[in-house]
Structures are given as C-alpha cells and as structure tokens.
C-alpha cells in the first residue's frame, strides 16, 4: 500500500514526533453554539435517551447546530460538550467525564476524530447504549488516526495544505484558509466555508498521532455508520473500512466530510435510528 510523505515531511518542518495524513473535523459556519445543557424532552412523548455530540479537529460544537435543532424539535435532550483536542487519552477522559453528568440512557455521536474519542469515552459506562460515527475514525487496539487515514488513497490533506504552530506544551494544526472549502467543505458555499476556516480550532498533532489504548466500545455496544462519499479529509474507503470492522449500521451520503453542517437532516436521521434501536 503507498504511504504518503506527509508524515516525515512535518516532523523535518516542526520537528515533532507525529504528524498529519488525513487531518479531521468539521467546522461551524453559522449560529451560535450548541447550548451546553439539555434540551427538555416533549412531556407528551415517551422519555428519550440524551444525544451527547463530539466534534472533531477543526471544529467546536456549533459544527452541530443544525443537527441539535433537529434533534431538539423531535424530542431529544442533547449536549455538545466542547472536545478540547489537545491528546487523544485526555479527550476521552474529559468527554468520559461529560457522560458521568448525564441521567439516563446516552446516544454517543463522533465526527471525524471524535469518533476516536467516543470510542475509549464510551468504554466500561452501561448508560452509553448506542455509538454514531459520522465520517469518523472507529480505531482498533494501536491504531491511531494517522495510520487509519493513510490507509487508503484520496485524503487532500498534506503539508501543502496545513499550517502548524508551536506553542508552550505541544504543536497544533490548522488547514490553510485557501484549501479549506477543497479538503473540508466542497459542499458548502465559498462564504460558509471561509466562515469555517475562520473559526476552525486546530488540533494538537499528539491527538492524531497517538495510538488507541484499550479495547474499543464499538466491540461491544451496538454501532451505526455515516460515510460521507466526496469526502476529501477522511477517504469514504477507510469510513467503509471501520464501518465494517465495527459491524455497524451503515448509511452513505453523497456529501464532503463537513456532512453534519451540509447535511443536517441525513445526520439527525442516522442518530435517531440508533436511539430507537
């Protein structure tokens, strides 16, 4: 299989010990941000479980909003906590955390290197009754974000179109605002994507380089899938790939990785389908 060069071109750059094939995310692009405490379910319907969204690199939670609208008018209570994208364990540790405060049964939804972070949050915690990867990573026991992405051709994310930074503690990862629309967001209008890249929050190369430890949640709590077909961040190939390996309910959806913000409807629908069971 080729590998692409993106790796030990960075580490010549910034000199840093992981490094980048198929950076993640998503990004908002309009609204505020998702509120950080629960809907009410409709009194007149049957209690729903909460619906617990985690955005990936790039990205903070009003990447969700028109999924939490959604989700809001049908009744479920929802949360989209703030992912902090600094480590891959830390990131599990602080939505883990997230899930603790929540009564109830949970839906557990990940975008893009969420779903690396849902899969260890979720793990050892009954209340957790169904995972949602949308555009996702699902990694196994040692597979890190990095090598999943560099399994099949088609990510256009590379040196050429990513900036790092060094700051006290660690370096981060932004994508160039030029390519933003192409890699991320060819679905959107070029006005919506220049918004994304604006206000896109870049992720520590430690998080997308570090290998999953432990054994993953999708192994033993039922599982769907969205592959986004024109994505151009995470190949649809390697989506397919996880979906598979996780047995999980899959869908596919003609549109590029920032799905949840360009196909609102599709996501809400997938996420529903895994609260009903």
């Given amino acids: 299989m080729k590998k692409t060069g993106f790796f030990g071109s960075l580490k010549r750059r910034i000199g840093v010990s992981a490094a980048v094939v198929g950076l993640v995310g998503a990004f908002a692009v309009s609204g505020s941000s998702a509120s950080a405490e629960p809907s009410a379910p409709d009194s007149k319907s049957q209690p729903k479980p909460t619906v617990v969204l985690v955005h990936g690199a790039f990205a903070d939670s009003s990447s969700w909003n028109g999924v939490v609208e959604r989700l809001q008018r049908r009744g479920y209570p929802v949360l989209a906590p703030a992912n902090p994208l600094r480590g891959l364990e830390s990131d599990q540790a602080y939505v883990s955390a997230v899930l603790k405060s929540v009564t109830g049964p949970i839906v557990l939804v990940g975008h893009s290197y969420g779903g690396a972070v849902i ?27 990095l090598e999943l992405s560099g399994k099949f051709p088609g990510s256009k994310l590379g040196p050429d179109t990513s900036t790092p930074l060094a700051y006290p503690g660690g370096t981060e990862l932004s994508i160039n605002p030029a390519n933003y629309r192409d890699v991320f967001a060819g679905d959107l209008s070029r006005e919506a994507a220049a918004v994304g890249a604006a206000t896109q929050r870049p992720v520590d190369v430690s998080a997308l380089g570090a290998p999953f430890v432990g054994v993953p949640a999708w192994k033993t709590v039922p599982s769907w899938a969205l592959v986004a077909t024109n994505d151009n961040a995470i190949p649809a190939a390697a989506e397919r790939f996880m979906a598979k390996r996780a047995n999980a309910h899959t869908v596919e959806v003609k549109a590029s990785h920032s799905v949840a913000v360009s196909r609102p409807d599709a996501v809400a629908d997938l996420i529903q389908a895994a609260a009903r069971g």
């Fill in 119 to 145: 899969s260890g949050a979720a793990k050892d915690n009954p209340q957790v009754k169904a995972l949602v990867f949308i555009a996702a990573f699902a990694p196994e026991t040692g597979e890190s974000a």
